[in-house]
């Protein structure tokens, strides 16, 4: 209730905001050089507003790293026969006013204590476990009970293994997907954890800093996020909207996906928000592009 009341006044702020750094925006470019010291007097540096936003910190944190024999499961007819290794990453986020959201969980901590690793069926990767998201956490210095709210992108195991190592968490989960029953028609989730069932995108700390995108296809209720950060500008997490960059720029759909026609539409969707917000696209399962980022203990801000 109190996060629906705060949103409200927040969002209502972010829309004026948002005007008056376009306006100031233009004022700058065109008096800059003749008015500098005007300026400054009268309008904040784009620095300064972008340090409106709430979110302080962004830790990426290894949640797995998957093998598989064949990388076309993901690419049907292409790369067929090819081994394909994969990362699972977990976003861990700070709100100055909103404390500690993560967002998606990763492969469940056990399979950390499994040497050989876990799963492999029907093409699926075999998943291990460097490191436990609980001691990812330990060392970043934040208990279980810390976190306020988990959101996942959706409910495949490797994304969902450790919701319940935050029993007390508000879960931000779309609707459809909660309510998709699993093959053998159990819920997914343990019907006392606390939850809000999303019916769309939801703007988690009601400031733009963190806005679950609502794109459904690999599962009926998949879902994104979109952060921005004071320094390191819109990052786009995907969770399995797309799982490589040569999925993404060819518009590949895998072969284990809920609804084709809606995936390729959320990734258009994608590519329409990155371009709109400058946004980058950080594709979760991509373990090139993860070699480019910095992990836990490093932050982005
Ligand atoms: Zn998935």
Request: charged share 20%; glycine share 8%; proline share 6%.
């Given at each position: ?208 800093s963190a806005v679950i995108l609502s794109t459904p296809g ?84």
């Amino acid at each position: 209730m109190l996060r629906q009341c705060a949103n409200v006044n927040i969002r209502a702020l972010a829309g004026r905001n948002a005007a008056r750094w376009e306006r100031n925006m233009r004022f700058t470019i065109v008096f800059a050089l003749a008015v500098l010291g005007l300026m400054a007097g009268l309008h904040k540096p784009a620095s300064a507003q972008a340090a409106k936003s709430g979110l302080d910190k962004l830790y990426v944190i290894n949640c797995g790293e998957g093998h598989a024999t064949d990388k076309s499961r993901w690419s049907p007819g292409i790369d067929v026969g090819q081994p394909f290794d994969v990362v699972d990453n977990c976003y861990l986020m700070h709100h100055v006013q909103g404390g500690w959201f993560l967002w998606d969980t990763g492969v469940v901590d056990t399979v950390a204590d499994m040497p050989n690793g876990a799963g492999g069926e029907n093409g699926a990767p075999t998943w291990r476990k460097p490191k436990k998201l609980s001691a990812a956490l330990a060392e970043i210095g934040v208990k279980p009970s810390d976190v306020r709210y988990v959101a996942i992108s959706h409910t495949h195991p490797d994304h969902i293994g450790n919701v319940e190592l935050f029993p007390q968490a508000t879960l931000l989960v779309q609707k459809a997907e909660y309510e998709w029953p699993l093959p053998s028609g159990a819920s997914r989730f343990k019907p006392e954890h606390p939850v809000q069932k999303l019916e769309g995108d939801d703007d988690v700390f009601g400031d733009g800093s963190a806005v679950i995108l609502s794109t459904p296809g690999h599962t009926p209720g998949h879902q994104s996020l979109m952060v921005t950060l004071p320094k390191t500008g819109t990052v786009i997490l995907s969770g399995d909207a797309v799982h490589f960059k040569s999925n993404w720029d060819n518009r590949r759909v895998p072969g284990t996906n809920f609804d084709k026609e809606k995936t390729l539409a959320s990734m258009q969707r994608i590519a329409d928000l990155m371009a709109q917000k400058h946004a980058q696209l950080w594709m979760n399962h991509d373990k090139a592009q993860a070699e480019t980022i910095k992990f836990e203990p490093a932050f982005y801000e």
